[in-house]
């Protein structure tokens, strides 16, 4: 029996994935001619075992979670927000501007930057869901592309109205002290972000637990049984949307203000993408996705310790990353045909032994 | 002039060879947002192996490797069933954490972008002194005489060849296609292994036709533009090659702009190709012209 309910759980597909996770990363420094043993030392040194190893994890692991929580809302409901890159490019892009302009105490601007770049991330994530709504515009292809016009967008303003002037680099100007994550332990990344990515987490986890959290499920269900129901498919569209936008932009803002400081057309590394597979990896519940990009971020931290101690490149947490995802899905689908497999096997036999009684009462009869 | 519709063609060409690999996989009803990947690891397989092994090998490595990712694709997404965008992303992952760790290991870290033989541009002497056009069509890099008669057949092969059409019923309706007893999974096995070695040919052309180097991510989205081609040019080949001429355009204006001091900042030309075809999506609306298997994951038996 135990073994049945872990086949069942989610977690069939997670452990196998972690395991070969680390198989593959192991092999892969070992290629490089690293020794594997140092590597997974490096998951510990540069992850865990000090509080900059920790803030290296959160520096990590934030954008990611927030990224993953927005495409979570509407994979839910069966859209696909691809453009969280963009959205996360806005809501930094609104943050930096807040933290730069607006002169005021910590307990005005921090708050003020957080919420600008959510209303950013907002207003880019919503125009895929309106041009859906309005001219059925294919919201993958729009998202998308709108991810590029925002990248292009703040490549041109920090290298034109905010570019901080004598760097010879497109970059804006450091946002002050007061606009900041204040630092829990002084002289780490682990900052007060943790606190905003934790009432995140549960506000999704709640929201999927809401009527509204409900109809997006249905949505995502099916579309025809939706409109049966009465479910508002627009109006659902669009809130999943703007919900999904808002943490996206999150997701930029809380990487601005707690770690780079300034924006750059390289802010992002792409975490709107990886998000992706941390909200699949998480099988797109708020918890899972928590755990999903600690693992994602713990892999990063280790990838940078690499790099400083081994000059490894750091693009193999990429590759491991990418392993992780694609051993999980596989599992996830394994695991789907075998309970699908004996489900109708027992189905099967349910059936047989109704034959069985049908053709026992039909003898009695007789 | 001349050097602006010079500097279209060069820039296009890539696209070409990326953008006609995509339709045929979206003809067969797999989604292509995969091609970002197949083309970046086309672009560093070819110049990986042309350090070694000269610009044929390179060639034939950039397809193969952009096969070999398609084949993991398809294996993905016809196979095992998996999400089709959701694979695809996973495999652009892949394909980026993949090169650029490779990239630092073949050529060492610090070494990117290390010049590799690469194929020069043909010159065709008489017609490429033609004004104007001469040099856009006539002085480019091999790559770009070997885009157009492949657009015509790629054309050819879905509107007049039996094959072709076949491969229509496949990604419009696959239930159909298998009760005429065409061999769907075939199919679209080739049909997405194909598009992966096209689009890598389409990241050597970039990688050995143009810049004879690599660096770590260098396709930057091109993938994604000839994606922007395909769906704006409503899944036609010949209007493809249109459109990526015209995105090319946009690409060569930018550098043009920039020479001719004219003030327009250049991230708001490259964002020409997005804008151009959100805007054709608007107008088109649901008219669009997918195919209508596309992105569904096809269940032999299943209704």
């Given amino acids: 029996m135990p073994a049945k309910r872990l086949l069942e759980s989610p977690l069939a597909g997670a452990i196998p994935a972690a395991i070969i996770a680390l198989l593959v990363s192991g092999l892969l420094v070992a290629i490089a001619g690293v020794s594997p043993i140092s590597a997974y030392k490096a998951i510990w040194e540069g992850g865990l075992g000090s509080s900059s190893a920790l803030g290296a994890t959160a520096v990590a692991t934030l954008p990611l979670l927030f990224a993953a929580l927005a495409f979570a809302v509407t994979f839910r409901a069966g859209l696909y927000n691809i453009g969280i890159e963009g959205q996360l490019y806005m809501g930094a892009l609104a943050s930096t501007v807040v933290g730069l302009y607006l002169h005021a105490p910590r307990g005005v601007v921090l708050p003020a930057a957080v919420i600008a770049g959510m209303l950013a991330g907002m207003a880019w994530g919503i125009l895929p869901a309106l041009l859906k709504v309005w001219r059925g515009v294919n919201e993958i292809v729009s998202s998308l592309f709108l991810s590029y016009i925002a990248i292009y967008i703040v490549g041109w303003l920090v290298s034109g109205p905010l570019e901080a002037p004598g760097l010879g680099v497109a970059q804006s100007e450091v946002i002050p002290e007061a606009a900041r994550f204040p630092e829990i332990i002084a002289g780490s990344k682990l900052t007060w972000a943790i606190l905003v990515a934790l009432v995140a987490v549960i506000l999704v986890w709640l929201l999927f637990r809401t009527p509204f959290g409900v109809d997006l499920r249905v949505l995502g269900g099916s579309r025809r049984v939706a409109d049966y129901v009465g479910i508002d498919v627009s109006r659902t569209t669009i809130v999943a949307f703007a919900i999904s936008g808002a943490l996206g932009g999150l997701a930029g803002s809380v990487e601005l203000l707690g770690n780079q400081y300034s924006l750059s057309p390289e802010f992002s590394p792409g975490w709107g993408y990886t998000g992706i597979a941390v909200a699949v990896l998480g099988a797109g519940a708020a918890w899972g996705i928590a755990s999903a990009a600690l693992f994602f971020g713990l892999i990063g931290a280790a990838a940078v310790e690499l790099q400083f101690t081994e000059q490894l490149s750091p693009d193999f947490a990429v590759v491991v990353q990418a392993v992780a995802l694609i051993v999980v899905l596989l599992g996830l689908k394994l695991q789907g045909q075998l309970l699908l497999r004996r489900s109708s096997r027992q189905a099967m036999e349910a059936e047989a032994g109704a034959d069985q009684a049908a053709a026992a009462g039909g003898a009695t009869v007789a | ?303």
Wanted: hydrophobic share 55%; glycine share 12%.
């Fill in chain 2, 1 to 303: 002039m001349t050097e602006l519709l010079s500097n279209a063609v060069t820039a296009a060409t890539p696209l070409i060879f990326v953008a006609l690999g995509g339709l045929i996989a979206e003809r067969a009803g797999i989604l292509s947002i995969s091609l970002e990947g197949y083309m970046l690891t086309g672009a560093f397989a070819a110049v990986a192996i042309s350090h070694t092994s000269g610009i044929w090998a390179g060639l034939a490595a950039a397809a193969i490797a952009g096969g070999l990712i398609a084949l993991a694709h398809a294996f993905l997404c016809i196979s095992a069933r998996l999400n089709q965008i959701i694979s695809g992303l996973a495999l652009n992952l892949f394909a980026l954490g993949i090169t650029g760790f490779l990239n630092s290991f073949v050529f060492g870290e610090g070494q990117a972008g290390t010049q590799v033989p690469g194929f020069s541009p043909l010159k065709i002497p008489g017609l490429s002194s033609i004004p104007v056009v001469g040099p856009a069509l006539f002085d480019q890099p091999p790559f770009t005489y070997a885009a157009v008669p492949l657009a015509i057949a790629v054309s050819f092969f879905f509107w007049k060849m039996r094959p072709g059409l076949t491969l229509h019923a496949v990604g419009e309706h696959p239930a159909a296609a298998e009760t005429r007893g065409v061999p769907v999974f075939r199919y679209r096995y080739l049909a997405v292994v194909t598009s992966g070695a096209l689009a890598g040919i389409g990241g050597a052309a970039l990688s050995i036709g143009i810049l004879d180097s690599f660096t770590d991510n260098m396709t930057a989205g091109r993938g994604y533009i000839a994606l922007a081609a395909i769906v704006f040019a409503g899944w036609r080949p010949l209007w493809a090659v249109g459109a990526c001429l015209l995105f090319g355009l946009a690409d060569a204006a930018q550098v043009s702009a920039n020479a001719l001091n004219i003030n327009v900042p250049f991230e708001l030309l490259a964002t020409a190709p997005y804008v151009v075809t959100i805007i054709a999506l608007i107008i088109l609306g649901r008219r669009g012209r997918a195919p209508g298997g596309l992105g569904i994951p096809y269940l032999r038996g299943a209704r």
